[in-house]
């Protein structure tokens, strides 16, 4: 970087502005020790936008800080900008900290909750130091901080830390430019800070004493509820199996599979087989909930996972959680703080109206949580990916490319594993994991969560996108909002979007988006669409074989429906009811869903890929109903005999000039397989093989006509490990570039970035 600065007696001084995360992750000390040891006088401050720093200093000792500002920053830090121009130099000799100025314009990015780093878990364990055994240590380089963040700048009057005194020894560490704790706004120890206290139980006690007791509880079976960094969680022994069945039945969590938590990598690794990239992500920063493949002999009651491939394994990152699973030493079932298909507790008066009837006791503390933050979840293995992006990712910024927007945009999200955004120039911040937008306790999270982004971000948004379907309640809520332009962002063009915008690629490409549904603009449900195009426009250039979707979202709870559906338009005829269903289905209900079937009548025409895994899973008398979305599927994968290569027919045509993938030879060859009693391990790989063969084929024929070599996967099934990795491969091997989502989900968790992305493309071509 070269520059001309001004020069007062062989003496430069340079003004510096430093952009990215470069606040709460001390940056400020950093830079304080640098310019200490070249010799430099000046200041650094944190203000709304960013880090601003003056140096002055001999023109060698200036350049040397340039030189060294970016690379050599604290590791929570990333630096996407520096900026400097000349000052007059004035003979300053001294570098100093100064505070924050009020009333400007927020527009710095707030950092992710960070685990637990070394150095503060080595105090914790040390006897000796005065913060052993303290549930809440922290310093510049761990611990929460969006979760805590009231507001911009990042100080601690702007925190649920405001409330917290902090006492000489804090203080000191606090105010000591050298110290570890410069600046870290949770700052605090067990004679100043937040407390534990154990309720539910007559003498529990707090700090050690109310852990001694919640242990002492999960060793009895009973369910604990913890309030952690984003809010509570519901813990019990994950080898217990009365106490995981008694917490589902309180819960109303029927089969989905519970989350995990291990006391270390190596006992992590007596649940799930890992590979290298997924120790890595398991102790990452973050500390997701990492999915595996589960082991057979894996220490972990039934009711855990029932049904499921892998096991989503997480190790502590709380202070509390470390603690915790020290004193218990045996992994824990640690599951979202909720009622099934509610939004996590973490109000801790909501926590005990919502919680008391699934609770034995609550492990509480009096650190108030600004805003909700579940688990993120992600998965290493065949490509890296976020399958839920919440806490320890969220809200670092992504990039739109191309320029970004030229006005501020506000984009709703879709109904399922909602998200929303809000985007201004050349940044989108995806919100953390609402849920699915069924109930008035999740809807009050998004507009809550919408209106806490906005002022953490200073976007007021001039365009609002949203999903084309009518009846999702974050299209309604955009089309409430008043004095805005309204982007309507199909459902599948938003994943390819999202995809195309998250790798910054502006270009047309292919994309097989694959799902469970989306409104087309057709008015028909999609589901299993090869779209060409980019962020501005797109085209369907194929597809899947249409079928009707008997009594609409009935279909989804009770995948027999698409078995009867797929048979009816496999075998022309009226089918009879399989064997493998008859025990689920009456074949008077049989009878009634096939005749909405054949009148059309409550069934809207669909080419849902995920309905199709769905309704094969239905006729492999794996899952006639399900209790949780995929459930059919994700069972079905599960089934899948590794040793079986073979593929059914699933051939690609044309319907009505659309290239069409066409499973009805499949549905017919699984139909008499099953008649003949082959095994479900082979039928369900069979039809895994089929599929994969079908995709890579339209793929490689539509780039080809297309005239890319870059494929899009996205969707809801492509979370379908064994799937994904038959398509990356067989594309590969044709000499193909595929794009997966890394930093977002492949599921509908990203549709809120991609409809930002859209609506910016837009407003660019004007």
Not at 244 to 269: D, G, I, N, W, Y
Not at 451 to 460: D, I, K, P, S, W
Not at 499 to 515: M, Q, R, V, Y
Request: aromatic residues 6%; negative net charge.
């Amino acid at each position: 970087m070269s520059m001309r600065a001004s020069v007062r007696g062989g003496r430069t001084r340079v003004r510096i502005r430093v952009r990215g995360t470069v606040q709460g992750v001390g940056f400020r000390p950093y830079v304080y020790r640098l310019a200490g040891e070249l010799g430099l006088g000046g200041f650094v401050l944190n203000d709304a936008r960013g880090v601003v720093a003056e140096v002055e200093g001999v023109d060698t000792a200036v350049e040397a800080f340039m030189a060294r500002l970016g690379p050599e920053a604290p590791p929570l830090a990333v630096v996407e900008a520096v900026a400097s121009e000349a000052r007059p130099a004035c003979g300053e000799h001294r570098f100093a900290i100064r505070e924050s100025p009020l009333g400007e314009t927020p527009d710095a990015p707030v950092t992710p909750d960070t685990a637990v780093c070394g150095d503060c878990l080595r105090e914790l364990r040390d006897p000796a130091d005065r913060r052993f055994r303290y549930p809440f240590i922290n310093c510049t380089n761990c611990g929460p901080r969006f979760t805590i963040v009231r507001g911009v700048p990042y100080d601690r009057p702007l925190t649920t830390m405001a409330g917290f005194a902090m006492c000489p020894a804090c203080r000191a560490e606090y105010e000591d430019p050298t110290d570890r704790r410069f600046h870290a706004q949770p700052n605090a120890c067990p004679d100043c800070g937040p407390s534990l206290a154990l309720v539910g139980e007559a003498g529990a006690g707090a700090g050690d004493a109310a852990l001694a007791g919640a242990v002492a509880a999960l060793w009895r079976g009973q369910i604990l509820a913890v309030k952690g960094i984003g809010g509570y969680h519901l813990a019990c022994r994950a080898d217990d199996e009365q106490a995981v069945a008694t917490l589902r039945a309180r819960k109303h969590r029927e089969e989905k599979p519970f989350a995990l938590m291990a006391p270390s990598p190596e006992a992590a690794e007596t649940l799930v087989c890992l590979e290298a990239p997924e120790r890595e992500l398991l102790g990452s920063l973050a500390r997701p909930i990492v999915l595996a493949p589960r082991r057979r002999d894996a220490p972990v009651a039934l009711s855990v996972a029932p049904g499921a491939p892998e096991l989503g394994v997480m190790l502590p990152y709380s202070p509390v959680h470390h603690l915790l699973m020290a004193d218990i030493g045996k992994p824990l079932v640690m599951t979202s703080g909720n009622l099934s298909d509610e939004p996590i507790a973490f109000d801790d008066a909501d926590a005990m109206d919502r919680l008391r009837g699934i609770a034995d006791l609550f492990l509480v503390h009096d650190r108030p949580i600004h805003i909700r933050t579940d688990d993120s979840v992600a998965r290493a293995l065949p490509l890296p990916t976020v399958l839920r992006r919440s806490r320890g990712y969220v809200p670092a910024s992504l990039a739109l490319p191309d320029g970004g927007t030229p006005r501020p945009v506000l984009a709703c999200g879709a109904e399922l594993k909602s998200t929303f955004c809000v985007a201004k120039g050349e940044r989108a911040w995806v919100s953390h994991h609402i849920g699915d937008l069924e109930n008035y306790e999740t809807l009050r999270s998004f507009t809550d969560g919408i209106g806490h982004f906005q002022r953490l971000f200073a976007v007021t948004p001039e365009v609002v996108a949203h999903d084309l379907h009518p009846e999702y309640l974050s299209t309604k809520y955009a089309l409430e909002c008043d004095g805005v332009e309204l982007v309507g962002v199909q459902h599948h063009h938003a994943h390819l979007a999202a995809c195309l915008a998250e790798h910054g690629e502006t270009t047309p490409a292919l994309g097989a988006i694959f799902d469970g549904t989306g409104y087309g603009t057709d008015g028909t449900v999609w589901g299993g669409e090869f779209l060409f195009g980019n962020a501005r426009n797109f085209a369907r250039v194929g597809t899947l074989v249409r079928v009707p979707l008997p009594g609409g979202a009935a279909a989804i709870r009770q995948p027999w429906r698409m078995a009867c559906a797929w048979l009816w338009a496999a075998l022309g005829d009226a089918p009879a009811l399989p064997a493998a269903l008859a025990g689920a289905v009456s074949p008077r209900a049989w009878s009634q869903i096939g005749r909405l079937i054949t009148t059309g009548t409550a069934s809207p025409m669909t080419s849902s890929m995920g309905r199709l895994c769905d309704a094969v899973g239905a006729l492999c008398g794996l899952r006639a109903n399900v209790t949780y979305e995929g459930q059919a599927a994700i069972e079905l994968e599960a089934a899948c005999d590794p040793s079986e290569h073979g593929a059914y027919e699933m051939p690609l045509t044309a319907l009505d000039a659309m290239a069409v993938i066409d499973p009805r030879p499949a549905i017919s060859q699984v139909t008499a397989d099953m008649a003949a009693g082959v095994g479900v391990g082979v039928i369900a790989a069979r039809f895994h093989n089929a599929l994969a063969r079908a995709t890579v084929d339209m793929c490689s024929e539509q780039a080809a006509a297309h005239g890319t070599e870059r494929v899009v996967l996205s969707g809801g099934v492509f979370q379908n490990r064994r799937l994904l990795e038959s398509v990356s491969a067989g594309l590969g091997a044709a000499g193909l570039r595929v794009l997966v989502p890394a930093r977002l989900p492949v599921n509908d968790g990203a549709i809120a970035y991609g409809q930002a992305a859209v609506a910016a493309a837009i407003m660019r071509a004007r």
